[in-house]
């Protein structure tokens, strides 16, 4: 059965490594639903890339060793399946509204503790930190509401307890 | 030396010191003037061997790997030098084989603005290459350097790619030596978990029908590797078969080997790989000429595979044991426990198997209608291995009928001998690739077996071979056809020969003469062995132009979406369907 796994791997960050992460996985076929990447050691330059991709068990298996083989990388693991990982997103929205729309706006943002950090007469941009299907679920209620504008930053994710990658 | 001030130019030669590069394959340009000056201040032991095409460039630095084990090098120029040489590094990619290729590009404040000669060189080659750098920093430079040589060369080796803007080759920096070097995080797993290998021995002492299956791994492990595989196989008493970059690991006129398996490997071999209960793979990748139609590919038997690259491991075919690592460690390893346990095979059982295996080799699946007026192209190959078998003889080829005939037909008792594009498939690769391989073997006989198309897809590279005295053999099976295309019109698309048939063909024994090499043509069976005799005794460059039947085809066949029992063993069988699915793989 195909379904989303959110797959981190760390990387030596040297020049050209994203491209190589990002080609192999289009080049052999698959498809990235979204994908973040940060430095995450300074000192070491060790980078991890976040991606979510939609496939099943085996076809992500397969998707981690050739990222394994690839020189630069150090670890690739499936977050979704082998750790029962965290995921968190962050989305800036923009809602352009007035009236009953703009006030049941701010209502929403207040039960999904979105932050509102930009406002207008006639509108706001709302910062909401969360799982990537409570971002989904708010995107659907701001729809009717005037939404204009979505900024999401992909997926980041940990696994739980005291293991590291 | 440690360390010293040296230009960057300076640095790429010192590195091909320190790792013991003396032959460099290679074409100048404008972006590597200052290395190509390097060489001529005649600092070094390097030898250059200027190629035609850049293409011919990397195919021979293969020939030149494939056939001494060491690491093949080549040096091109920026843009259409580097894009030249992508097959040959795509080629070298799929066969494993470790490749250094040096390029030149426009300096660094030119990159990025379409600068003339300018490519996207680490770019386009990042999928075709096991890794790729370009360098930004002087001080980097001697860094990289022995990282690609050891990236190229660990592991499952493939081709790595330097690129230099100019004015980094100009630049004055610290070159620091191999020794203090060491990758930061690169480091292949050489042997393999004891308790694996346990496990396929337990499997191993049950076995009633085993095989082993090896493949190219063997031959890039080493000739410990070699050694030990024969040890090994003769330990058991099991079967053997080869994929085609495996051939001369095992003696190819030994008895217990069953010759080539796959899509046109023998009868007995694809049979015995169908039918056995244990698939001892060793150093080989369930590439879909060997596997057939997956889903019925080895359907009763348990798997173990040995290999370096865990990735290969459930690729595409599902083991039972995986032992991942090098061939040689892990036989080793193997063969201790084996002694110290004190295993014993199933004899009865295995002797039973056998039996079963020499009634499909009484099918002769390699047998062929010959005739005593037109040429075979099996008859010709069987001639020429007959005359050359005493010899310690490297054999390349170009890819298509002749490539099959020619690993069918001419069997190889030692590794390295052989040397074929078999992951890519690339015509065009026999001519530079035996370059490679009789530079790296100078006083050896060295023949490509190329067919008529294939050979004028480099034919430039006589030149080369005229120029630097190396005294190849071009046996060109000709029936004037791109014959495995013709094959597979004639099977699955009603004989419409679309586009296959070589009009205007040159005169090859004037194209020859045209280079300065000789040229010989044979169009009668009775006059072969005298012809292929000449070729042999001739000191220089020969282009053997061999005429053959215009119509054979290469059998067995397992058609595409088939399975190996329902392989095709000649023309008389022909009307077996492929289905829809078949025919849309390649």
């Given amino acids: 059965m195909e379904s989303k796994h959110t797959v981190s791997v760390l990387v030596d960050n040297e020049p050209g490594v994203l491209a190589r992460v990002i080609g192999l996985i289009s080049g052999r076929g698959y498809n990235i639903e979204s994908l973040t990447v940060a430095e995450v050691d300074a000192e070491a330059h060790i980078s991890r890339i976040t991606f979510v991709t939609l496939g099943n068990e085996t076809t992500i298996n397969k998707m981690i060793s050739q990222l394994q083989k690839l020189v630069p990388v150090k670890k690739a693991i499936n977050i979704t399946l082998d750790k029962q990982g965290i995921e968190r997103e962050m989305a800036l929205v923009k809602v352009v509204a007035t009236g009953e729309k703009r006030v049941e706006s701010l209502r929403l943002s207040d039960a999904f503790r979105a932050k509102v950090i930009d406002t207008t007469h006639d509108s706001f941009v709302f910062e909401l930190n969360g799982s990537p299907v409570k971002i989904d679920a708010f995107i659907d209620l701001m729809t009717p509401l005037g939404l204009s504008e979505i900024s999401r930053t992909g997926v980041v994710a940990i696994a739980r307890g005291s293991e590291k990658l | ?586």
Avoid at chain 2, 8 to 36: N, R, S, W
Avoid at chain 2, 384 to 411: I, N, R, S
Avoid at chain 2, 414 to 431: A, D, Q, V
Wanted: include cysteine; hydrophobic fraction near 40%.
């Fill in chain 2, 1 to 586: 030396m440690v360390s010293a001030q040296l230009t960057g130019a300076e640095m790429v030669l010192q590195a091909f010191e320190d790792h013991k590069v003396d032959t460099l394959f290679g074409y100048p340009g404008g972006a590597v003037l200052p290395i190509y000056d390097e060489l001529a201040k005649g600092k070094n032991s390097i030898h250059h061997y200027l190629v035609r095409h850049e293409q011919g460039a990397a195919h021979a630095a293969e020939g030149y790997a494939r056939s001494s084990g060491k690491v093949g090098v080549l040096l091109v120029t920026s843009g259409p030098g580097v894009t030249n040489a992508v097959t040959g590094l795509a080629d070298a990619m799929m066969d494993s084989i470790p490749l250094v290729c040096i390029s030149g590009q426009v300096p660094s404040h030119l990159i990025g603005t379409d600068a003339f000669q300018e490519c996207d060189a680490v770019g386009i080659t990042r999928p075709c290459t096991k890794h790729n750098w370009l360098v930004k920093d002087i001080n980097d430079l001697s860094r990289i350097l022995h990282e690609a040589f050891y990236v190229a060369a660990s592991g499952r080796p493939g081709p790595v790619l330097i690129d230099i803007p100019k004015d980094i080759q100009f630049q004055t920096g610290t070159y620091i030596g191999p020794e203090t070097i060491k990758h930061k995080s690169y480091r292949p797993k050489l042997k393999a978990s004891i308790d694996n290998i346990n496990e396929a021995l337990k499997l191993i002492v049950k076995a009633q029908k085993p095989i082993f299956y090896t493949g190219g791994g063997v031959i890039n492990s080493g000739n410990a590797a070699v050694q030990l595989l024969r040890e090994f196989v003769r330990l058991t008493g099991f079967p053997i078969t080869s994929t085609l970059q495996g051939l001369g690991a095992f003696p190819g006129d030994d008895d217990q080997f069953i010759g080539m398996l796959g899509m046109h490997g023998t009868y007995e071999a694809n049979m015995a790989m169908h039918d056995c209960d244990l698939l001892i793979n060793v150093g080989a990748r369930f590439d879909d000429r060997i596997t057939g139609k997956v889903d019925e590919f080895s359907p009763n038997s348990k798997k173990i595979h040995i290999d370096i690259d865990p990735s290969s491991i459930n690729k595409t075919i599902d083991v039972d044991v995986a032992l991942v690592g090098d061939v040689a460690h892990v036989l080793e390893d193997t063969i201790k426990l084996w002694k110290s346990n004190v295993y014993k095979t199933d004899k009865p059982a295995v002797k039973s198997w056998w039996s079963m295996i020499d009634k499909w080799k009484e099918k002769d699946s390699l047998g062929f209608n010959d005739s005593k007026t037109t040429i075979k192209p099996q008859f010709a190959i069987q001639r020429l291995y007959e005359l050359t078998k005493e010899k310690d003889t490297y054999v390349t080829t170009e890819v298509g009928q002749h490539q099959m005939w020619a690993a069918q037909f001419y069997k190889f008792n030692k590794p390295n001998r052989w040397i074929t594009s078999g992951g890519l498939g690339t015509m065009g690769f026999g001519l530079p690739a035996a370059i490679g391989a009789q530079v790296a073997h100078r006083d050896k006989l060295v023949i490509d077996i190329a067919g008529e198309a294939s050979i004028l897809m480099c034919i430039q590279e006589m030149s080369t071979a005229i120029q630097h005295k190396l005294p190849v053999k071009i046996f060109i099976i000709n029936n004037q056809y791109m014959g495995m295309v013709r094959q597979w019109q004639e099977l699955l698309h009603d004989k419409r020969y679309s586009h296959s048939y070589t009009d205007a063909l040159p005169d090859f024994v004037k194209l020859a003469e045209a280079y300065g090499a000789k040229g010989i043509r044979v169009q009668k069976p009775s006059e072969l062995d005298k012809g292929i005799q000449e070729m042999i005794d001739y000191d220089g460059p020969v282009i053997f132009d061999c005429v053959v039947d215009e119509n054979e085809n290469v059998y067995p066949m397992i058609p595409s979406g088939k399975a190996h029992n329902e392989m095709l063993l000649g023309d008389e069988n022909e009307d077996s369907e492929i289905s829809d699915e078949g025919k849309v793989l390649v």
